[in-house]
């Protein structure tokens, strides 16, 4: 059922810091077609994990994950804007891909079967959010903090997925892909506020609330993996084409179109009104204890705020992810990939644009090193950058690949990093 609109805020902010790497770049293993010949299979696993904002840095974050404590210098190093960005975005990952010599009556296709974990936490807020989450409501005594414009979004959920794609051919450069998700919701949260503001009387005395926005969640009684909160449906495409004479290719990716329909025990009211009560001073966000703000319960603020329960089924559309990559071998030793990826409906100011350098440090019959450089721009943040090694072992016919990158400036410079990712990928090809 729902929770009180201002607890729920809390509980996001806070919840949210536990989110703090996630992924963009390419979850799907839509990258792993063009490794198949006719008869051969691969089955792989990878976490993709990218975190990123143009305000909140990696060491604030990872003090948080820590659980370490937080000090005012700490709280005001954060780069505070008057329009702030995060997003935390994670996929776990097991695929089985096959190219047989005959599938459904032709040698033309080969099929996909994979599932997977995801989670995805995203978020637009101001400075007065911010500080209202992580100082408490006795930094604005005698002033408003300002919740206005204020938006976030966590949804976990998973998924199982079926597809099919074909391989260039002499006369066919084209790799195509066409696949469906079954998806089980397991937890969504939402709060969109228009105008929204909070005064508390410079004593504590007595606080004062406007609140206008929309509020959703999901079943809170089925918040588990295994628990079914709500059930949809989504459509995944892949398009490639390979320029074999040039050496270079195209790819267009279109992820996650379809929606979940979360059940009826579900939470959506379109609040709009203003709230008076007295005496509820809160110094430590991060101290909440046993569902208690100071001595309140979650009853005593359902009381003072009047707010009615609306259980409701409500259907809501899935963040589809576009990726349009260039890729192009430039030498025997070297190669580039340069694209651009966009989640729709996620917070994202604009789309991220990368551009990656491959090195193959070593080239054998039976083992291949390849190091590659990442720099990024957009997103959450601003400049972006990364670095990554790819092991390959085997011969034509079995190999073992094994990839891995993360952006290690964060570990360097963590007070003027303002993202990190990690990305571990095994695959074997049989």
Known sequence: MGKVITKIIIIIFVLSTHQVFSQFDNPEGNDKFNLLTRGHSLIGSNFNSYYSSNSVHYKFLSSLMGNKYIDDELKTSVKLKDDNRFGSIQDLNLYYISYPDSFLGTNQYGFKVSMGYHSNMNMKFGADAFNLAFRGNSYFAGKKADLSDLNINYLVYQDLQFGLFTRPSDDNPLTYYLGFSLIKGQTYYSIATEEAWLFTEETGEYLDLRLQGLFMASDSIKPDLLEFAGTGFATHLFFNYDNIVRNFSVSLAVDNFGYINWNQNSFLVEEDTSLHWEGIIIDDILNIEDGQINGFSDDTLQKLLKQEEHSVNFRKQMPERVQLSFFKRTSKMNSIKAGLIYLHDVNLKMPLF??????????????????????????????????????????????????????????LIPKHTFSQNIFVCLSYRF
Do not use: V
């Open 354 to 411: 990368y551009i990656r350098d491959f090195y193959d440090i070593l080239r054998a019959e039976k083992i291949g090193l390849q190091l590659n450089l990442d720099a990024g721009y957009g997103g959450y943040s601003g400049f972006q950058t990364s670095m990554g090694m790819t092991f390959a072992t085997g011969s034509k016919e079995k190999n073992l690949l094994i990839n891995a990158s993360t952006n290690f400036l964060s570990f």
